[in-house]
């Protein structure tokens, strides 16, 4: 079993930056990748960015490509997401997930925190 906590969410305003952490717990040894996805109020989740702990390979949705960084601290089994240039159509619930697998699904999810951009 693999335990993600999801933390660095809140209020900001258009253009600012904030900083989200995923700290990973349990069984770490057996991942693949971590990701983030996202969830807005009234629309389905959907991918942000993930990021292998081998390779550390990296990916984005286009619609945050240039304005977030997704990056791993491996000694301590956690992610970040950097969102700098954030817009009002970024507010959702931001989620951490994990992979064992590559090309699987994600087993693994936090519990989300909640990030929300004011124009």
């Known amino acids: 079993q693999v335990h993600l906590v999801e933390s660095g969410g809140g209020l900001v305003q258009a253009g600012g930056s904030l900083r989200l952490s995923c700290a990973a717990s349990g069984r770490t040894s057996s991942l693949y990748a971590m990701g983030w996805f996202r969830q807005a109020p009234g629309k389905e989740r959907a991918f942000v960015a993930r990021?292998?702990?081998?390779?550390?390979?990296?990916r984005y949705a286009d619609s945050v490509k240039g304005r977030f960084t997704i990056s791993r601290d491996n000694a301590k089994n956690t992610v970040f997401l950097q969102m700098n240039s954030l817009k009002p159509e970024d507010t959702a619930v931001y989620f951490c997930?994990?992979?064992?697998?590559?090309?699987?699904?994600?087993?693994?999810w936090g519990q989300g925190t909640q990030v929300a951009v004011s124009s």
């Open positions: 990021i292998t702990w081998r390779g550390g390979s990296t």
């Open positions: 997930a994990a992979t064992g697998t590559a090309g699987g699904g994600y087993e693994y």
